[in-house]
């Protein structure tokens, strides 16, 4: 008889839970390997005088569950190498929170022929005692697998395989970065046995339960779960005729300045380096994201699922270093692969729009750096330093003609402007930074002269230009002599 590997699923508890193929097969068999013996129906066999091995010292010698697996599996392969028909049970059903199974299948299905007998499982037990359809949307997620799952709170979330507190402490936390703390829990143990149990706790107080190997956490559907999901629902009954009226006024003209004092107020937190406060001004940063999205929908133009579509794909295509095979190792390559494939994707657009393609909405330093950038990468540049700095000195001459002749001041000034921001960019400084840097230097030596004029008990509004810089060199005395915080 050619090597076989049955998967047996012993259901949740006593054999009157197993099937009665299942029964059959494990008392005809000569010999039954089970994941372990601290299951219900493994010591009612037991005590049928079946023959079982279980793997229990397995889990005493190996540091972690995969390396426990994995020596289960090289086992299993070890006896159907002799070439005959093996026999291998775990609780529940096969298929379900069953990790030795998907790893039995992947190492040994295409040198040997595994069979799944299905059988009653946990999951079936819980809609029983918590009396719940799993139409209503049911979740299972491992313990190990909460920190990196997308919870929305819409459907059941189930955990099973709770052992003991130090398991049930570490899924409180995960839980609690999603759910409120005050969440219902059910923690329902020995189901289907005579000794089932389920309790019901406040999230926060979930590790305090009594744990063991048939273990599982239950949270039902929760409104409150903080999720992706939820902001984009909650900015729908914003925009709803039940929402708010403010809200239902807008379009995507009117909330252009709100996107823009935003994106502002974003930059302040980090100059600033509050973290608190960057938090939460990225907060109110995506709601203008989810606020336009959630218009764009109402028009049936385009949805938020789109925009994630979009960014995703854009991610995938422009770090094929990353997620594909290209070989790229600095950050100067890295910048010209993006521009080259950003180059490749808008090969169907005019060459002008798709060579100058920075929004125009940026400020006008910003958008002056990235068209100067963009030029010198063709070779229309200057060769060092020395140009641009002769540059701002005709800019600023021709400045100074204007003025006389009081034609083309605006026009001067602004080419004075560019041929600056040149200036930065063959000094590696950012024109826009260094611009904000030297008005927040300003505001805070022109805080600290009428700081020091109201020492004196005297008030600005009555000093002439020349007093008041005698105030301005103490201010930045101090300044320079680390006295000015």
């Known amino acids: 008889m050619s090597s076989c590997l049955h998967v047996i699923g012993l259901g949740p508890s006593g054999l009157e839970q197993l099937t009665l193929g299942n029964y059959r097969r494990l008392r005809d068999a000569k010999k039954v390997f089970v994941r372990t013996s601290q299951h219900p129906c493994v010591q009612e066999l037991l005590a049928e005088g079946i023959s079982l091995e279980s793997f229990d010292d397995v889990y005493d010698s190996e540091a972690s569950f995969e390396e426990v697996y994995q020596k289960i599996t090289e086992r299993l392969k070890t006896e159907l190498q002799k070439g005959s028909e093996v026999i291998y049970a775990v609780p529940g059903h096969p298929m379900v929170a069953e990790k030795t199974i998907q790893l039995i299948r992947k190492n040994l299905e295409k040198d040997y022929r595994v069979i799944i007998h299905p059988a009653m499982s946990f999951v079936d037990e819980i809609f029983r005692v918590l009396n719940f359809d799993p139409i209503e949307g049911v979740l299972i997620r491992n313990y190990d697998a909460l920190k990196d799952s997308d919870l929305t709170g819409r459907e059941w979330l189930i955990v099973p395989q709770v052992y003991n507190r130090l398991i049930a402490s570490e899924v409180k936390l995960d839980l609690m970065r999603f759910y409120p703390d005050g969440a219902d829990v059910f923690i329902v143990r020995g189901l289907g046995t005579s000794g089932e149990q389920v309790d019901k706790l406040p999230l926060f107080e979930v590790d305090h339960g ?213 200036v930065s960019r063959f000094l590696k400084l950012d024109a826009e930074e260094a611009l904000r840097e030297a008005v927040h230097k300003f505001q805070r030596r022109f805080l600290k002269m009428v700081e020091l004029i109201h020492q004196e008990n005297q008030e600005i509004e009555h000093l002439s230009l020349k007093d008041m810089d005698v105030f301005w060199e103490r201010a930045k005395f101090q300044e320079k002599n680390g006295k000015l915080m």
């Open 210 to 422: 009594t744990f063991d190997h048939l273990t599982t956490i239950v949270l039902p559907p929760c409104s409150e779960v903080i999720s992706w999901a939820r902001l984009v629902q909650i900015m729908a009954v914003l925009r709803s005729p039940a929402g708010c009226a403010w809200d239902r006024e807008q379009d995507h003209q009117t909330l252009k300045p709100c996107l823009i004092e935003e994106s502002y107020e974003v930059l302040d937190a980090i100059e600033k380096e509050d973290m608190y406060n960057l938090c939460e001004e990225l907060g109110d940063l995506l709601l203008q994201v989810v606020f336009h999205a959630q218009l764009a929908s109402e028009n049936e133009e385009f949805e938020i699922q789109d925009v994630l579509q979009g960014i995703i794909q854009k991610l995938l295509r422009r770090h094929p270093h990353v997620f594909g095979e290209e070989t790229i190792e600095t950050a100067d390559d890295v910048i010209q692969a993006w521009d080259r494939i950003k180059q490749e994707e808008k090969a169907g657009e005019k060459k002008e729009k798709a060579f100058f393609s920075d929004p125009q909405g940026l400020p006008a330093l910003m958008l002056a750096s990235a068209t100067q950038r963009k030029a010198a990468k063709v070779g229309f540049d200057w060769t060092d330093l020395e140009g641009p700095f002769q540059k701002v000195q005709e800019e600023l001459q021709e400045l100074q003609d204007a003025l006389k002749t009081g034609v083309g001041i605006r026009e001067e000034f602004g080419d004075l402007l560019f041929a600056l921001v040149n």
